[in-house]
Nanobody, 123 residues
């Protein structure tokens, strides 16, 4: 059983940056793939980025490629999502999830979910 807790959300102006953190508890967490997802009001949840537990490979949605970077610090049981050049359309609740899967943006492949953190991009 894993527990997942997100932090780092907030209000930022367009073009700004934020770093989200995902703290994962559980002795086997490093073997899990960690994914970031987001859900804007009235829209479906969409995958943003993921990082494999087995080989560290990453996968990003086309909408964030070149702007978002995902990384993991196994010593700190934490996965980070560095978000640069933020745009108003990035506004959403961001969720972190863990799953026994390859790096994928399919929400159904993840078993453990956090409560989410709000990111608002506005001037």
């Amino acid at each position: 059983q894993l527990q997942v807790v997100e932090s780092g959300g907030g209000l930022v102006q367009p073009g700004g940056s934020l770093r989200l953190s995902c703290a994962v508890s559980g002795s086997t967490w490093r073997y899990y793939t960690i994914g970031w997802f987001r859900q804007a009001p009235g829209k479906e949840r969409e995958g943003v980025s993921s990082i494999s537990g087995s080989d560290g490979s990453t996968y990003h949605a086309d909408s964030v490629k070149g702007r978002f970077t995902i990384s993991r610090d196994n010593a700190k049981n934490t996965v980070y999502l560095q978000m640069n050049d933020l745009k108003p359309e990035d506004t959403a609740i961001y969720y972190c999830a863990a799953g026994s899967t390859i790096a994928t943006l399919r929400p159904g492949r993840y078993d453990y979910w956090g409560q989410g953190t709000q990111v608002t991009v506005s001037s």
